[in-house]
């Protein structure tokens, strides 16, 4: 018989989960288990879900991890630390259509509602932390604050409910499991669900065209940013959201 010993977590980007497999020789492998381990926490945070496993099986090969125990199958064995650490890396920063996709997980939105909601989102965390809740910049659009990335691939809809993630009560789950698992794997993913949660308890009930007002209010960070010309459009900075944010709450 040999022993594996196994560290295990998931990669969003891929689809599946990943794992490192190690044949446990002798002893003196344990100070490199130590070492690899030490080295993907600190890299890739403290709160990284990362799992580890000592199995026996046959032999040395991956196929015998899986017949010894059906948890391992479809686990996509990666060959190197480095790798391993560089697809966790990767999904370790959350971008706005993934706060997109939890909240069509709860609510049924238009894209203009969903672009407001993800949009006091971001700005609600940011006062909180100081930090940011996502990677995408924020844009002053004609009708107030968008995330170009959220935009892009909901406009279609238009004025029309989002379909995509849908909140029908036999799909709910399906939808709305992942794309919460998807921001707790994130880096503070726990500190950023919460205040999510929060965001979509005030605002959630609202229309588009009461949030669109919300953030249209004199001394609003939208309000504050100059508009470019058509198609042109100005960032709204970190600071300015952070200055002028408590004027568009409830």
């Known amino acids: ?49 990362i799992s580890t496993h000592m199995i026996q099986a046959e032999d040395e090969t991956w196929k015998s991890v899986c017949k010894a125990d ?13 790798e391993f650490i560089e697809l966790i890396q990767k999904d370790r920063k ?14 049924t939105c238009t894209q203009l509602k969903l672009q407001k909601l993800v949009y006091l989102c971001f700005a609600d965390y940011l006062c909180e932390t100081g930090k940011k809740l996502f990677t995408d910049k924020i844009y002053a659009f004609k009708y107030g604050p968008v995330v170009d990335t959220v935009y892009k691939r909901y406009k279609e809809y238009g004025y ?3 379909e995509e993630e849908t909140t029908d009560i036999d799909s709910k789950n399906i939808h709305e499991m992942p794309a919460k698992s998807r921001i707790m794997f994130a880096e503070d993913g726990t500190e950023k669900i919460i205040s999510i949660e929060k965001t979509l308890k005030k605002y ?18 939208w309000s504050k940013t100059p508009k470019g010309e058509e198609n042109l459009y100005s960032i709204i900075e970190l600071d300015v959201i952070k200055k002028y944010h408590k004027n568009e709450e409830l």
């Open 94 to 107: 959350l971008e706005g259509i993934d706060v997109a996709k939890y909240i069509l997980s709860k609510i």
């Open 204 to 221: 959630a009930n609202l229309s588009a065209s009461e949030l669109v007002g919300l953030t249209h209010h004199e001394n609003t960070p």
């Open 160 to 162: 029309k409910p989002i």
């Open 1 to 49: 018989m040999v022993t594996h010993f196994i560290f295990m977590s998931s990669s969003y980007s891929l689809g599946t989960r990943i794992a490192l497999d190690f044949i446990v020789k002798d002893e003196s492998i344990q100070l490199k288990l130590k070492k690899d381990l030490d080295k993907i926490i600190e890299v890739c945070g403290k709160d990284v879900s």
């Open 70 to 82: 059906h948890f391992f199958k479809n686990v996509k064995v990666i060959e190197s630390l480095d």
